[in-house]
């Protein structure tokens, strides 16, 4: 019987329930890229996107026994790392700098100033926004798949986009009109 990347992977998260150490880093090591790039859209800040990856994983490892089912993991991962970022974006104002804006994982190739611009305006977004933001253009999510990653209705995440893309927009003029 041959197993897809799918069933091992689930496979893996039943023994991180039960508390099997090993398979945890090895589920944690499969979606290590993902937790950091979500982390680095959140503040911006290669150190503090780290930090925030770091508490999010060592947090999934003292609740792990609360996911009811391991297809969610990606979900339930994604929830705690916004969280988390969440409460480090209290903690912390003004956290991104030039050279860390440059390095933002699967950047495109448009100048670093219109990226601040984009990632300035995301950052003045309300959280909740700003998440559905994220996950729908960065992460490429559907919004059924945003819904259960923020355990919201999908016709909420739809008037979130819409409220937000037009806050981007608000922000992103007024950035054009002050320069």
Request: proline share 1%.
């Amino acid at each position: 019987m041959i197993l897809d990347k799918n069933d091992r992977e689930e496979r893996l998260v039943k023994k991180a329930m039960r508390g099997n150490v090993d398979a945890y880093g090895k589920v944690v090591d499969i979606y290590k890229e993902y937790l950091y790039k979500m982390a680095w859209l959140y503040v911006r800040n290669e150190d503090l996107a780290l930090d925030i990856v770091q508490d999010s994983i060592l947090k999934g490892f003292r609740s792990i026994r609360s996911l009811r089912e391991a297809r969610y993991f990606k979900t339930w991962m994604t929830r705690i790392l916004i969280n988390t970022a969440g409460d480090a974006l209290r903690k912390n104002t003004g956290i991104y700098s030039l050279e860390t804006v440059g390095d933002v994982p699967g950047g495109g190739t448009e100048k670093i100033e219109e990226r601040m611009d984009v990632y300035e305006a995301i950052g003045r977004l309300e959280k909740h926004y700003r998440s559905v933001i994220i996950l729908k253009y960065f992460e490429d999510m559907k919004l059924a798949e945003i819904a259960e990653t923020l355990q919201m209705p999908e016709g909420s995440v739809s008037a979130y986009l819409t409220r937000a893309k037009r806050e981007l927009k608000k922000y992103l003029k007024e950035g054009y009109e002050n320069a």
